[in-house]
């Protein structure tokens, strides 16, 4: 499985733009790079994935490095909503049915 | 369109006993795997069903197993509880095996075990 690398917390004002970094330097080339994350008693939401391009949806945008070593989670205007652990993983290719998380970044936004 | 569906959602059990956790996956869905969470531990994976076939297990002793049914709705299982299964256990539904496609996860069971 591919070990993912996150800070452990980062911090952010509301209505700022947030850069979420994770690295992945052992993913394979058929892996796809998953961002969840998990607000207090839920269980974790999807955000986006990824391959080779960068992705944009609803929610956020996904950087990936051309080398796809490292990837960068983008939230365009942090919320207090969006206050919550953020796990980036891979899926597909090695890690056939399963998402191995890591410790996650715990992202604290102030108003 | 419902969500993924886990029951009971809170559940206290004595040391010894057994324990069946239930999960529905979003209709359509084939996938199903199961992770637990713990706070020293964070969030393990524990197995993946697809279409009623385990494909892929974590590394958790043989009193955790889990089954898949023909409607896709699973269950998993702990025999001889112990104070160290105390945790949140999650259920996670996809269309199909995951990769280019996302994961919907439920709210869990919390065990609690005394």
């Known amino acids: 499985d591919a070990k993912t690398t996150q800070p452990n917390s980062m911090e952010s004002n509301e209505e700022e733009p947030v850069h979420l970094p994770c690295n992945h330097s052992t993913i394979s080339g058929t892996d796809y790079i998953h961002w969840y994350r998990q607000l207090p008693s839920q269980g974790p939401e999807y955000v986006i994935h990824?391959?080779?391009s960068n992705v944009n949806n609803r929610m956020a945008s996904l950087a990936i490095a051309e080398d796809r070593k490292s990837s960068t989670l983008i939230l365009h205007r942090a919320t207090l909503r969006d206050a919550a652990v953020y796990y980036c993983?891979?899926?597909?290719?090695?890690?056939?049915?399963?998402?191995?998380f890591g410790q996650g970044t715990i992202l604290t936004v102030h108003p | 369109k419902a969500g993924v569906t886990q029951t009971p959602r809170y559940l206290i059990k004595t040391r010894g006993q057994q324990v069946t956790l239930s999960c529905s996956p979003i209709s359509g869905h084939r996938s199903v795997s199961w992770y637990q969470q713990t706070p020293g531990q964070g969030l393990q994976f524990l197995f993946e069903y697809f279409s009623e076939t385990q494909r892929n297990k974590g590394n958790f002793p043989g009193r955790f197993s889990g089954r898949q049914f023909s409607n896709s709705r699973s269950e998993m299982n702990v025999s001889t509880l112990e104070l160290g299964d105390s945790a949140l256990y999650l259920c996670?539904?996809?269309?199909?095996?995951?990769?280019?496609?996302?994961?919907?996860f439920g709210q869990g069971t919390r065990l609690t075990v005394v």
């Open positions: 993983l891979s899926a597909g290719g090695t890690s056939y049915g399963k998402l191995t």
């Open positions: 996670a539904s996809s269309l199909v095996v995951l990769g280019d496609t996302e994961a919907f």
């Open positions: 990824g391959l080779t």
